[in-house]
């Protein structure tokens, strides 16, 4: 059995003993509300916790990730990153605080991705606690403006100004225990919206209608033909508009997303519903504008990877069962720079993207120890050279 | 009237978030340290403030050396969660129940006295939604970092929860601005000088609280002032900024009875140093009116506006905690 994955069960056991502070963490760090684009307060005070617990350098780069560097006992071996995305799809207005009790916590943002966070920013102590020293620097990154509109810009900032090579990376997500992501989709997402020109004085009464006009986008989308090879698939997942009941939409708003094991394929499906749009636009003779939010290219390691068979070794070792989809985090963005890494899910939870989200705590300590394993067969050599 | 001592006796929390300098100072003067946390039905809010103080100031950074739940009687699980997280749970009924019980946070804060151990007591509404360890090291660096300062007062900017997802940035403070502050300004302007002297958070020494009495109910904080104020002057007292306190917004006329028992708290003790003569005998009663069906209901509240001794007169207590002082 491979040393990194001997003592997994061990650690699992000595994290619950610290389950005070990796809690505290989660809380004081979830509680500080951080929509994409303001993380500002998030980022500092994850900052101050990294130099709280002893980090050895503490920094924020010049995109306002904030990043900690553990340094590792060898000066000749790449840096290892385990990266969790600060922002939450949660407003500054909703309510964040979070309520504990003995076996959950319940607050917004809790899931995706504030016990993400709150694990990162534990690994300083949890280190120190367990006694654990790597050779490679150990670069704990939060990254900000990952999610929906903010296209992972964060971590692509990070990795582009990154000047030395990275020998592998872990990405940490809220949920759900048990996800190991290793690839990621071909992927554009995009904006379709809808106005309607106003006039002055007395509008007609029976003038289109926004919304109808973007259902009729929508029938038209899901009467395309998409391959089972290429897996593809269109997601329509964001609608808003209208005014009022009794009256005429004038403006609407149609969020999706293509996914796609192939990039090619996204291409053409994207152009498919630039056609649809235009054909609209042209026959309701309204304005209608496609707009591309972001876009990721489709990559991936294989499961026959030393990475991927170490974090699967690691989870059977906790009694995990891993589940493989592709995943379109930060992960995208190291395997687009051919860097070896997997997306890992902390714990299991519900309502993830309610106010009301809820974590497990008890499965988190596994959640943790499968990190801990990774990080410690990364450093053990298994993407040296592969 | 000068503000000296505002200016010299008034902190922030971030003076003191160096915490080995607290812990350096506390092991110096070989002090032990005891967080006590008044309850009732706060199982919200309880694991999360017993776990981040046990995480920051004990875990971490051996500041404090106990937690202690004195309880009114929670009908939720506020026992549970307390005690998942390392706190020690007693319901106020069973801690000296010779001298009998009753409701009230100034019941617990007292009850507290006699089960806690250490020589500096932090006391902390168990309802604060934002709590932060500084509540504790905020309060307790004035009496660890200074040699004439034996009791610290909280004060925040306090948002009010005003139901799901809203806050308001300011007020909380309504029965401070209307009732205490105009009652110090007419016979204690010195007084004025404490932000919010109603604050639910202070920090003492045992020498100060078990010398003083403490009424069961809301009087409890505007009596601890008077009395230290009274036997050991203003200068023993600081206060220090914590920022920012999130708490349950109370109605107003909840809001009223508090302001009941402050007045009768404030008017009593003035009657005792001679400040003021009362002619006749104050009612213990607060009536407030209903409206029911086109007509208003009388509902009386009796507030009898009891008060503990100081613990040091308790025989139980002197037995237990036999010391040189």
Known sequence: ????????????????????????????????????????????????????????????????????????????????????????????????????????????????????????????????????????????????????????????????????????????????????????????????????????????????????????????????????????????????????????????????????????????????????????????????????????????????????????????????????????????????????????????GRDYHREGATMEIEPMFNGIAQILGVILAIDSGVCDGV | MAYDWLKNNTFHHSEFADLERLVEAKQDKNLKISLCLPTLNEEKTIAKEILIMKSELMNRFPLIDEIVVVDSGSTDRTREAAEAYGARFYPAADILPDTGNFMGKGENLWKGLYITQGDIIIYLDADIKNIHHRFAYGLLGPLLLTDQIKYVKAFYDRPIALGKNKLRSTGGGRVTELVIRPLFSLFLPELTQIIQPLSGEYAGFRGILENIPFPIGYGVETSMILDIYTKWGLEVMAQTDLDRRIHRNQATLALGRMAFVIMKTFINRKVKLGLIDLKKQMFDEMIQYNHVENEYQPVTYKMEGLERPPMIEVPAYREKFVRGN
């Not at chain 1, 560097?69 to 600060?86: E, L, N, Q, S």
């Not at chain 1, 964060?154 to 225990?177: D, F, N, Y």
């Not at chain 1, 591309?292 to 030393?306: M, N």
């Open chain 1, 1 to 348: 059995m491979p040393t990194y994955l001997e003592n997994l069960s061990e650690y699992a056991d000595a994290l619950r003993t610290l389950k005070e502070t990796i809690i505290t963490n989660i809380v004081l760090l979830g509680q500080e509300p951080a929509p994409t684009f303001k993380e500002k307060t998030r980022s500092q005070l994850f900052l101050d916790r990294l130099s709280d617990f002893g980090v050895d350098e503490c920094t924020i780069d010049g995109y306002q990730n904030p990043i900690g560097i553990i340094r590792g006992t060898t000066k000749d071996k790449a840096p290892i990153f385990v990266v969790a995305h600060m922002d939450t799809a949660v407003s500054k207005d909703v309510n964040h605080n979070y309520v504990v009790n003995e076996e959950t916590i319940t607050g917004a943002g809790i899931m995706d991705n504030s016990v993400g966070v709150g694990a990162l920013a534990s690994l300083p102590f949890i280190f120190k606690s367990l006694g654990l020293k790597f050779e490679s620097d150990i670069v704990l990154a939060g990254v900000i403006q990952s999610i929906g509109r903010g296209n992972l810009r964060g971590i692509r900032h990070l990795l582009k100004t990154w000047s030395t090579p990275i020998r592998g990376a872990v990405c940490i997500e809220g949920g759900e225990l048990g996800r190991l992501n290793y690839s990621s989709y071909g992927m554009i997402r995009g904006e379709i919206e809808c106005a309607i020109p106003m006039e002055s004085g007395f509008e007609p009464q029976f003038k289109p209608n926004a919304i109808l006009i973007l259902n009729e986008i929508i029938n038209q989308i899901l009467q395309l033909c998409l391959p089972q090879r290429p897996r593809s698939r269109i997601i329509i997942g964001k609608i808003s508009g209208g005014h009022k009941h009794g009256l005429i939409a004038y403006e609407a708003a149609l969020g999706f997303e293509i996914q796609s094991d192939s990039d090619s394929m996204v291409k053409t499906i994207f152009g498919d519903i630039t056609d649809i749009v235009n054909g609209a636009g042209h026959e309701y003779r309204v304005d209608l504008k496609l707009n591309t939010i972001s876009s990721l290219h489709a990559s991936r390691v294989g499961y026959a990877h030393p990475l991927v068979k170490s974090a699967v070794a690691a989870m059977h070792r906790l009694n995990l069962k891993p589940v493989s989809e592709p995943s379109e985090s930060e992960l995208s963005i190291f395997l687009a720079h051919d860097i070896p890494a997997v997306t890992l899910g902390v714990t299991r």
